[in-house]
């Protein structure tokens, strides 16, 4: 009876290990309605244009999102962050999800600051 009860764990152990692979497997497969790495392929050139113009801009992106270091953003790369579309950002850092809230939340919070250190503005609104 314990032999049948090991062979039936045996079993299972190995079932259990061909589901894992088998539904690894279909995480690659594309959902429906998603892009293929064709078409994906095709569309980053596009996406890349406007990180051309700034020197490093894509390299302290990459920086932030993978190391968490968002103060070498430039305010420069900034503009060009908040002047592209979001599927982009999908293109270009498929594995975060939140790469385009995260960038453009912290480019949003240097153009605060930026602003409130303006001396035109601060003249403006300096109390009397």
Known sequence: MARISRQVHAI???????????L????RDNPVGTLTDDQRNAAIPDC?????????CLDSINDALSRGD??????????????IDKECFSFLFPMSSSAPSIIVGFCDIIE?????????LNEAFKHP
């Not at 690894?24 to 995480?27: E, I």
């Open 12 to 22: 299972l152990l190995a079932l259990a290990c061909m589901e894992a692979l088998v």
């Open 24 to 27: 690894c497997g279909f995480a």
């Open 48 to 56: 890349l244009a406007p990180f051309r113009t700034v020197v490093g």
């Open 70 to 83: 968002f103060l070498h953003i430039a305010p420069d790369c900034c503009k060009v962050v908040t002047s």
């Open 112 to 120: 605060r600051k930026k602003a409130a250190r303006h001396p035109l």
